[in-house]
């Protein structure tokens, strides 16, 4: 699958998601609650793949980063929970992984870093930052200002 339609596919997503459950952003409702409906509208856009939210797994394994990959305060073993990722569960076939963050606790370096070692040690082929607009949600915003991909 190619880059455009990957993110004509998550643009229309989160489009979907703005106009179907925008109170959930005018709410400043938690994070993983919008990343919960981002999914869900993923799901419908990416019928032929699992899309999952926090998914931990490699196969049987628990998806873990190298120590030097990413700073984690799980010192034991650097197990890591995506927010969103698009795959085909029990393979190590990876098309998409995504950060998500809403807009006042947004931390973008530390985001970016982690998808770049995602995208690299499971080779997903697309990693993206969703930035989530809370309080108030325009009607048509550019939605570009809210979905940077992340090469790396």
């Known amino acids: ?9 998550l643009l229309s997503a989160y489009a979907t998601l703005i106009d179907k459950d925008g109170a959930l952003l005018e709410l400043d409702a938690n994070e993983r609650s919008i990343t919960h409906k981002l999914a869900e509208h993923l799901q419908v856009e990416f019928p032929e793949w699992d899309v999952d939210c926090e998914y931990n797994r490699d196969g049987e394994k628990p998806k873990r980063l190298s120590p030097q990959s990413v700073s984690s305060d799980d010192t034991d073993a650097h ?8 795959h085909q569960r029990n393979s190590e076939t990876n098309l998409v992984v995504i950060e998500a963050k809403k807009r006042s606790s947004a931390k973008k370096f530390s985001d970016e870093e982690k998808l770049k070692s995602l995208k690299k040690e499971y080779e997903y082929q697309f990693a ?5 607009p809370v ?12 979905i940077f991909e992340v090469e790396a």
Do not use: W
């Open 128 to 132: 993206y930052l969703v930035v989530f």
């Open 135 to 146: 309080g108030h949600v325009e009607t048509n915003p550019d939605l570009s200002e809210y």
């Open 1 to 9: 699958m190619n880059k455009e339609v990957v993110k004509d596919r």
């Open 79 to 86: 197990t890591v929970f995506p927010d969103i990722v698009v």
